[in-house]
């Protein structure tokens, strides 16, 4: 089966014309078909036209037409990135019946090189949370135990690509929104640096942070992926002008002489010993590799989530100040008065995690509170930074659990915003840091739950954290085990 292969291997099969682009999608539909019902991974797909798109692609490879670096892939994308086909929800009612004008770069940068975007997966609302619980459209379950979440806020890019259900995915990532589903669903989920991927076209959750990244099964996916869609882009002003290097030339050549960081800070008694033993296995496999690993410190990781809750949620309180009621997005149906208006739109289209952290950076940057919340995060902000750059003066790349624990039953910390917010202690300093990020299994619970491996690495040292992550995968089977076959359809939970 088509769904089976890694991306780079379908694709060479299209291309050589071993497996037709037209049988690979329907093939995906199909697959889509057994799983949805029971995952939930997708807000909307788009199967006529991904046959269109795949007899198209069909027909110039038999008239010997050169085709793209992602010829007939089937691609997802995270339900926050706007096309002009389909709705772009952002998975809430503020936007349910929103259609862009315009495409986002990333997603022009997917159809040029070929691929076939089988659908936009769901989040939740606003890119906000570490479970996909809070989708005003249902929650997405997890491909390796339904009764479990897969992680957030790229969730439905996760489950769909852990389940086979598209070659890979694009997820964006504020605080962690990449790698941690990515490690509780046991596939391979990259946070490039800040600037080497477009966000024009991305719904912005708080700019400063947000990235659009790769989520495959292999490293070379997520490479092949990058590939795609980095490099400067004018419509953003914070776009890095230069050409991103090709990350799949050295790939397969391990590094020499690497000296690997082990933070204590990521070794507390919030990591589970499942995945504690897990990661230090894989210290363990690169140290006999040759790696030397160094202690360090990164001291103010434990102020990272305080910023990371008061610079995200003041930038997200200005960014969706502008869903109304009046511009665009849902509006009241019988408002009183103007005020009414606003009030009741933004009340009744906005879910409580939304409105929860826009109420906590409206009032971060509110006049007698700003010096005291927001102007301190950034201070912090330059603290955590600052740790980062000497480390980095000690080691070529930070290694560590992605996530304290494995994925949790849904609904098992939807009653505590800060048991949730602690899913992501490990993942947030990257993003305040602006530094690249990588998770990749290494290994599974027990209970049959991957458990992930971060990577951190030094501003645009991509090419190099994907050949040290490489290093590793060629010697481990993780990323070859699938999940068991789709459980009967169940209901989804309503929103």
Same mark, same amino acid.
């Given at each position: ?12 099969? %299209?291309?050589?014309?071993?497996? #037709?682009?037209?049988?690979? %999608? ?6 889509? *078909? #057994? ?39 089937? %691609?997802?994308? !995270? ?20 259609? #862009?004008? /315009? ?5 022009? !940068?997917?159809?040029? &090189? ?21 989708? *005003? ?12 979440v897969p992680g957030g806020s790229s969730g439905g890019s996760a489950?769909?690509?852990? @389940? ?51 989520? &495959? ?17 004018p419509r953003d002003s914070t776009s890095w002008p230069q050409p ?33 033993? +897990? ?36 930038? @997200? ?40 952290? %826009?109420?906590?950076?409206? /009032? ?7 010096? +005291?919340? /927001? ?15 000497? +480390?980095? !003066? ?18 098992? !910390?939807?009653?505590?915003?800060? @048991? ?26 027990? +209970? ?10 030094? &501003?645009? #040292? ?9 290093? /590793? ?23």
């Open positions: 089966m088509s769904h089976d292969l890694t991306a780079r291997e379908l694709r060479d099969r %299209i291309v050589a014309g071993g497996l #037709s682009c037209e049988q690979a %999608i329907q093939e995906t539909i199909e697959a889509i *078909a #057994s799983w949805e019902g029971s995952l939930h991974a997708f807000n909307c797909t788009f199967p006529d036209s991904a046959l269109e798109q795949a007899r198209q692609i069909d027909r110039r490879r038999a008239d010997g037409e050169p085709l793209g670096a992602l010829a007939g892939l089937p %691609i997802a994308i !995270k339900d926050n990135l706007c096309t002009t086909f389909g709705a772009t929800t952002c998975s809430s009612k503020m936007l349910a019946n929103f259609h #862009s004008p /315009y495409q986002a770069t990333v997603v022009e !940068k997917l159809l040029g &090189a070929d691929a076939v975007i089988i659908g936009k997966t769901n989040l939740d609302e606003f890119a906000m949370g570490s479970s996909t619980e809070n989708s *005003a459209f249902g929650p997405t379950c997890n491909p390796w135990n339904t009764r479990c489950a769909a690509t852990a @389940a086979g259900l598209c070659a890979a995915a694009l997820g964006s990532d504020t605080g962690g929104s990449i790698r941690q589903p990515a490690s509780l669903c046991g596939i391979v989920g990259v946070k490039p640096t800040y600037g080497l991927v477009s966000r024009y076209g991305l719904v912005a959750f708080a700019s400063s942070l947000d990235q659009i990244g790769p989520m &495959a099964r292999t490293v070379g996916d997520a490479a092949l992926l990058l590939q795609v869609i980095a490099g400067p882009d991103p290097p090709d990350y799949l030339a050295d790939l397969e050549e391990p590094l020499e002489g690497v000296r690997l960081g082990l933070p204590r800070e990521f070794t507390d008694e919030r990591v589970q010993p499942e995945v504690a033993a +897990a990661v230090r296995q894989a210290v363990e496999f690169y140290r006999g590799q040759g790696a030397d690993i160094v202690p360090v410190s990164l001291p103010h990781t434990r102020y990272g989530i305080a910023a990371y809750y008061v610079i995200a949620p003041a930038e @997200a309180s200005s960014n969706l100040a502008r869903y109304d009621g009046v511009h665009y997005g849902y509006r009241t149906a019988h408002p009183e008065d103007l005020y009414d208006l606003y009030a009741a739109s933004r009340a009744e289209g906005f879910g409580p995690e939304v409105q929860r952290r %826009i109420m906590l950076g409206t /009032y971060a940057l509110s006049s007698g509170y700003y010096d +005291a919340y /927001y102007l301190r995060a950034l201070k912090i902000r330059q603290l955590i930074k600052r740790d980062f750059d000497e +480390a980095f !003066k000690q080691c070529d790349f930070l290694v560590g659990a992605t996530s304290p624990t494995v994925a949790f039953e849904l609904g098992a !910390k939807s009653s505590d915003p800060l @048991a949730m917010y602690l899913c992501d202690v490990f993942t947030v300093t990257c993003n305040i840091a602006g530094i690249p990020g990588l998770s990749l299994p290494c290994g599974f619970s027990a +209970a049959g739950l991957p458990i992930g491996l971060q990577l951190l690495g030094p &501003a645009f #040292s991509e090419p190099r954290m994907l050949r040290l992550a490489r290093q /590793y995968e060629k010697h481990h089977d993780w990323h070859r085990r699938r999940p068991p076959p789709p459980p009967h359809a169940t209901a989804r939970t309503p929103a």
